[in-house]
Every structure is written in C-alpha cells, then in structure tokens.
C-alpha cells in the first residue's frame, strides 16, 4: 500500500514537474500578450490606436523596403524574421483616467522565467517606461514595452528575434510609436 | 435545332451570370459592412454606382488640377465606395467596434484601428490576400459622415500602407472620394 501511494506521488510529482515545463515553454515560445481586456479604456481615451501586423504582412513589408535606401534597408534588415507586431496605445485628456490595476494586469504577463526585464524607467512627471524581452533558452523570441505616462497608455509586443536596438530603430516604422528608448536608455542613471 | 443550342447556351451564360453574382453578393463584405453602419446607426448611404468605373480616372485628372503627381493606392477600377453625409453617427464606439471585428476578422486581418471617443471618430483598415495582390477595406466615421472603402492595392502599395497606415488610409479614401468632389 505504501509502495502503491509512493509510486502515485511520484507520478503525480513527475506530471506536475511536465506541465508546468510545458507551460513555461509554451509561454516562451508564444510571447503574444493578451491586451483585449484593455479595450473599455477606449471610452475614456481620447484617442485609441490598435495596431496588428502578422508575420506575414510583415514579411510582405520587407520584401519592398528599398535596399538602396539606408534607412529602408536597415529597417528590412531589422524586420527580417519578426512574427509580429503588436500596439495599442491610448492617450488620455486626465491623468489618472486609466489605473495602476490596467498596468498590472501587463506586468502580470511579463513575469519570469518567461519574461526578463531589460529596461525600467520611472520619472514622476513622464511616467514609467519597463522593456521586457521574452527568451527561450539564449533566444529572444519577442519583446514588450510597456508606457505609462500620466496621460497615456502605450503598449507594444514585438513577436520573433528583437532586442532593444532594434526596437529604437524600429520606432517610427509600421505602427510601433515613437517611445524614445534610445534617449530612455540614457536616462535610466539619472532618473531611476 | 442549331436555335435550341444557343438558348441552351444563353440561359446556361444567365444562369452562370446569376450564380456568380449571388455568389459575389454573399461574400462582399464591403456591402455587409455598409448594410452594418446603416442598421447601427440607422442611417442611409449614398448610392454612387458609377464610381468604381470612374474613381481612378477621376484620381489622374485631379492629381492634374491639384498640379501634382498623387500617390495611387488602388489598382485601376477596383474601387468600391459608399459615403454617408450630413447623418449623426451615434452609438456606442465599442459595441460597433466589436460587432465589425466579430463579423470580419475570420477572412480579414485587422491592420490598424483607431477611435477617437470624444470626437466620435473611428478608423478601421482591414486587409486580405486577393491572389498576388491585397484587398483593403477601410471605414472611416466621424460624428456627421462616415465612408467605406474597398480597393485593391499591389504588395508594394500595402507595404507603404503598412509603413505609415493614416497616411496611406488617407490617401485611398481620397482617391476613391476625389470624383465626388469634381
């Protein structure tokens, strides 16, 4: 009998030890973040901005960026393996329209081991800005920015091999708003 | 016999006819969109059937009186537009938003939505594969005017679309409205 329930917790132990590598592993292979349940900010922003672009829009994309243009060139360089975009953004006429709670409910998504944090930016008057990168094993498979200003709620996820040059070079371009992590990642020493 | 074969081939060609316009008719979801805005928010487009035959050509000769070369989006001829004027567009943004997701995004994908609550404004591009080429649905509202607009646009034309999408959405829906206002 004793033999019986030792062999059925080991068991047990062995699955409990399988499903929870199999969700740690499929959270780092799918770094998608679920932003639906934001969409009521939508009444209270002023303005709302969604963002979509699949892999293979943005492939499609690449494929027509001008190489002899060094700036399209670099771009398709940096988009080249990318399997998705994803922004929604909202801009605010108060602060305090939206709540720490809808900040949360982000960072929740961004905990390790599937997320690490590459960046934390806090300034009172501006706001946070928290980079986080997705890894499966060495390789970074997506990355998320998460903004929040007083009066406005941004946040991107960038699914495939991205890192945070690439994502300051990449600002501006197919729907990714300008986040200023170039000038970010300078004034992490003063402002942190 | 020989006048017996041709009617056999006349209603076969009415019937081949019929079927693909019912067929059209059934997956056009630039019409169930349209149909959708006016039961929403129970007002009437107006119907401007010749504009998809001459909305490209009316592009090219405005681009001439503007004095300029416009960027086109849309391939020749594949424009479809219904416009919506001097209407109140009230309702509620989310429940419209849903609703148009719900009824589009198993055959289109969603590109770029933006809604502006306080002016009532909401932008919405969609976008589909169409062979070697892409299908663009865009529906623009505002609180007294709203426009649909479907239009066919090459690989390269939704590259740039993607690349800067209130621009390039700004465009088609002017290309597509240039002929109203001439």
Known sequence: MKLLFHTISRTALIWAVLVVMTTIT????DPRLRLAHLDYLATKASETVDVNIDERLIQLAAKVFNDKDDDEAQIKKLVIGLKGIYVKSFEFENENDYSSADVDSIRSQLREPAWSRLLNVTSKREGIVEVYVALNGAEVVGLAVLSAEPKELTVVNIIGPVDLEKLAKLEGNLGIPDLGIHSNKHKTKNEQ | MKRSTTKKLVIAL???????????AKGDDFNSVVKMIE???????????FLAKAA???????????????????????????TFENQE????LLK?????????????????????????????????????????????IEQHDATVVQAT??????????????????????????????
């Open chain 2, 39 to 49: 039961e929403f928010y129970n007002v009437k487009h107006e119907g401007l059937p």
């Open chain 2, 14 to 24: 009415l019937a081949l006819t019929l079927w693909s316009t019912i067929s059209f």
């Open chain 2, 96 to 140: 419209f938003r849903q609703m148009l997701n719900d009824s589009l995004t198993q055959s289109w994908t969603p590109l770029v939505q933006t809604l502006a609550a306080q002016e009532r404004e909401q932008t919405y591009i969609f976008v589909r594969e169409n062979g070697d080429k892409f299908k663009v649905l865009l529906v623009t």
């Open chain 2, 56 to 82: 490209m050509k009316a592009v090219g000769v405005g681009a001439k009186i503007k004095g300029g070369e416009a960027k086109r989006y849309a391939e020749a001829g594949s424009i479809k537009l219904a």
């Open chain 1, 26 to 29: 499929t959270y780092a292979q």
């Open chain 2, 153 to 182: 646009v090459s690989a390269k034309n939704l590259a740039l679309l993607m690349k800067d999408p209130e621009e390039g959405a700004k465009a088609i829906t002017q290309e597509a409205t240039i002929v109203d206002h001439e």
């Open chain 2, 89 to 92: 567009f009230n309702g509620d």
